[in-house]
């Protein structure tokens, strides 16, 4: 989840593609697709046309996803890890910073890992964090959460790893505004091995965009996944970007 939340810069309005007049160069096309949407010589047919448009290219963009998922090789428990290569001294000690202190007795012989994704957060300069909880069944009720047009931000994600190494952990998020998608985003969390403690994950800091066609309500999907494109959560939520943060 970058973005709000969406791992691409500023959820698809890109501080460096500034126009003339300044605004967020996706923030223009926003406009100009609305401006477009409302000329008398288009009707109703076109616009419905580009949503059609629109929602074939995202399910054909997810498409292409899943015919490009590498072809990995076998996988093996933890102990099987440790006893493959044992006499490589390099793989060995990699292998042990790795796994760190992780209990082998527990957790050696189960081959799929577990992730579980207890939060995420949202850290701006200033303000208290705010601290999302991620429902059982992965869809936040209403508006999940508010941001203030033109503030800097960070989003932390805790999780749980547990049975075994997950490799290639990364998210995917993509986020539409009055059904028009504006931002799809992917980011490579890295590898994790199984420990007590949750890991603490922070992205780089990001803006979110500013101006009159930015300010609204959005939806968003964001999808936890792995090497094997195993998904350990999917969330569906909506959020707002308004002139001001919401009240604490």
Not at 77 to 97: A, G, N, P
Not at 121 to 146: C, H, Q, Y
Not at 202 to 208: D, H
């Amino acid at each position: 989840m970058s973005g709000a939340v969406s791992g691409s810069r500023n959820m698809g309005f890109d501080d460096n593609n500034k126009n003339k007049d300044g605004d967020d160069g996706n923030t223009s096309k926003m406009a100009s697709s609305h401006q477009h949407e409302g000329t008398d010589d288009e009707g109703a047919g076109g616009s419905l046309g580009r949503q059609m448009s629109e929602a074939s290219l995202s399910a054909a963009e997810e498409e292409e996803d899943d015919d490009s998922k590498l072809q990995l090789g076998p996988q093996y428990t933890i102990k099987e890890h440790l006893e493959k290569d044992k006499d490589d001294e390099s793989l060995r000690k990699w292998k042990e910073q790795l796994l760190g202190s992780v209990d082998v007795t527990n957790i050696g012989e189960t081959l799929d890992p577990e992730v579980k994704i207890i939060s995420l957060a949202i850290l701006s300069p200033g303000r208290p964090d705010i601290v999302l909880m991620v429902p059982e069944n992965g869809n936040p009720k209403g508006t999940w959460f508010t941001l203030k047009e033109g503030s800097k931000y960070n989003l932390k994600f805790t999780f749980q790893v547990n049975n075994n190494i997950v490799s290639g952990l990364r998210y995917t998020n993509t986020v539409w505004k009055t059904g028009v998608k504006v931002d799809r985003g992917k980011e490579m969390l890295g590898t994790f091995s199984p420990q007590l403690e949750p890991y603490n994950h922070v992205m780089p800091e990001e803006t979110t965009p500013s101006g009159m066609f930015a300010r609204g309500s959005y939806s968003a999907r964001t999808k936890f996944l792995d090497d094997d494109n195993k998904c350990y959560l999917e969330i569906n939520y909506s959020f707002d970007i308004r002139k001001e943060w919401a009240a604490v």
